[in-house]
């Protein structure tokens, strides 16, 4: 079928794009560093050393999921190919949905692990500190903080962040007055560093009974 040829053709057009991954990535200098931090865990003593053995195993952690992803990617490739032979040879045109959606999320996902290649930063791979303060807007004001801590909340969910309070005040009627949290997750201050300033809602006050306009 000349669906799954065009697919075919894509997906293995997709060499060079998981060389320069592999490359930008460095994930076989990632695998190198694995190996030495499972080396090192086993040498006598290194379990009594509770800060290098944290730092170890947070390091660990952060190589493991950097190869996994990309295997990852690899892996999904190599279904959709076997997924487009499987439909080519018995001729079954129901696999085309399957392989649709496989591919809109392999790239996805490849656009993704780009962008975790600019994210050079000395801290972009660390953990950040989200800061929240109403304004002088009142009630208005702190219901407003309080959807964007929802908007971030629910950014980091779906991001695979932890999302952890460390402070919160509730505001007088509605929203919050104050809120600091830490998004934790490899990354986390890349993503975020930029997500600073004064951040405005303009509408219609369900606050105000004459139902005016509230910035």
Aim: aromatic share 10%; proline share 1%; glycine share 6%.
């Amino acid at each position: 079928m000349i669906e799954y040829d065009s697919y075919k053709q894509k997906l293995l057009a997709m060499d060079e794009t998981f060389e320069n991954l592999f490359k930008a990535l460095e994930i076989e200098q990632a695998r190198q560093e694995l190996k030495r931090l499972e080396l090192e865990a086993h040498e006598d003593g290194f379990w009594n050393d509770l800060e290098r053995s944290q730092k170890n195993q947070m390091r660990s952690k952060q190589l493991q999921n950097k190869i996994h992803r990309y295997e990852k990617l690899v892996s999904t490739r190599d279904d959709l190919l076997a997924l487009i032979d499987m439909g080519t040879e018995m001729d079954d045109a129901s696999l085309l949905p399957e392989l649709e959606e496989g591919y809109k999320k392999l790239e996805a996902d490849v656009e993704q692990a780009r962008l975790t290649t600019l994210l050079s930063g000395e801290y972009d791979n660390c953990n950040a500190i989200l800061t929240f303060h109403a304004g002088a807007g009142g009630t208005e004001a702190q219901d407003w903080a309080q959807m964007l801590y929802r908007m971030y909340m629910q950014w980091a969910n779906k991001h695979g962040f932890e999302f952890e309070m460390l402070d919160y005040l509730d505001g007088d009627e509605a929203g919050l007055k104050s809120a600091t949290v830490m998004v934790k997750g490899e990354n986390a201050y890349g993503y975020l560093k930029g997500e600073n300033g004064v951040h405005r809602l303009v509408r219609v006050s369900p606050f105000d009974a004459n139902a005016r306009r509230q910035t």
